[in-house]
């Protein structure tokens, strides 16, 4: 075999592996990452790995050039056009950015960002909202476990208390395992007094809904499953919402819509976006995601675990009328840190038409 050969052979091999890999991306986000976690849930992940990233490559040696090359060409492709259709719909739901951004001061090129707590500012005008401002403060994933000391998470809430909020909304996920959950009252001090909202993520519903429910409740937070409540906030009326599906016992069912009321969705992943946004909902609140966890310069992050990849990793969008804000979170697991995704906290001031003061 002639070194020409043996090089068209490694790059038939290279691009086999590449169609293997982004196979296996897509495979990671839609189904593995929902996996219940448990000591097999990492072996699993590998195992598929190598069978979709590493597997093509090796089979790639014992097939011939013509047409075998073109499966890995028409993979990639259909891969390329998925991402450009997620660009284009992440395009068109594109919303303002943060009109402030507080973070640590740190180096550049230190890229680990894993207690780099940062708050993002954002203002929702609406033609019929009161003028008075009415602040809402989103805090998620906490994921308290001992990869982080206590007092990592407890500054964390004691950051979102101290921007004043009139309510504060929670997107789950409190902690990681199940020994963690009494540390909870003490890391939610902070809000305590406030009017605080929260639904359960999927880790809260593998360790224990009902503890977690009751650590919440001991805390001063009102966990709403698949229920809304309704308050007074000055002039405000609002309705706020949880929507736990897909892990809640019960499948979700729109509440009937009040005139005049501010409708506010809390829901653990932005996957339900769409049926949220079909109820009239003014705004969703989610978390899951981690923005990543681990994001790549100019690309953004690899892992998201959602049926629609990337679409809304992070950050605010409008989609079909509903103002999304998905929150990198708080904690960070498997693995315990975070690479260029800073944790955040969400501070969301609502108010009428004309700009606040």
């Known amino acids: 075999m002639s070194f020409s050969d043996i090089l068209a052979r490694a790059c038939f091999s290279l691009l086999c592996g590449a169609a293997g890999f982004a196979v296996f991306m897509a ?25 979709l990233s590493g597997g093509p490559a090796l089979a790639s040696f014992a097939v011939q050039f013509s047409p075998a090359w073109m ?22 739901h594109r919303a303002p950015k943060p009109v402030r951004l507080e973070r640590p001061v740190r180096g550049r090129r230190n890229p680990f960002t894993t207690t780099d707590t940062a708050i993002a500012f954002y203002e929702v005008p609406g033609a019929d909202w009161p003028e008075d401002r009415l602040r809402v403060v989103h805090v998620s994933d906490l994921h308290v476990s001992s990869n982080l000391p206590e007092g990592f ?26 020994p963690f959950i009494p540390m909870l009252p003490a890391i939610l001090d902070p ?22 429910s009751s650590a919440l409740r001991e805390a001063g937070v009102t966990p709403l499953a698949n229920n809304t409540a309704h308050l007074c906030v000055r002039e405000w009326n609002l309705a706020v919402s949880g929507c736990e599906d897909p892990w809640g016992k019960e499948r979700w069912q729109p509440s ?3 005139p005049g009321t501010l409708r506010l969705a809390l829901t653990h992943t932005a996957d339900n976006i769409y049926k949220l946004s079909a109820a009239g909902m003014d705004a969703a609140f989610a978390g899951h995601y ?10 953004g992050p690899l892992v998201v675990p959602s049926v629609y990849g990337r679409r809304y990793d992070h950050g605010h969008f409008l989609v079909n009328g509903t103002h999304l804000f998905v929150s990198a979170g708080i904690g960070a697991v498997l693995p315990p840190f975070r690479l260029f995704c800073p944790p955040d906290v969400f501070v969301v001031d609502f108010y009428g038409a004309s700009a606040p003061a």
């Open 256 to 258: 009937a819509m009040i």
């Open 27 to 51: 495979f990671l986000n839609r189904a593995l990452m929902f996996i219940v976690d448990n000591r097999w849930k990492k072996h699993v992940i590998v195992a598929f790995f190598l069978l």
């Open 191 to 212: 809000i305590r007094g406030l009017p605080s909202f929260s639904v359960l993520g999927n880790h809260d519903h593998w360790v224990g809904a009902d503890l977690i």
């Open 290 to 299: 981690h923005a990543g966890q681990l994001r790549l310069p100019l690309f």
């Open 153 to 178: 998470y407890r500054h964390a809430v004691e950051k979102a208390a101290g921007t004043e909020p009139d309510i504060v909304v929670l997107t789950g996920d409190f902690v990681s395992r199940a």
């Open 71 to 92: 499966a890995p060409v028409v993979v990639l492709a259909v891969a390329g056009a998925f991402e450009i259709h997620r660009a284009w719909i992440r395009y068109n």
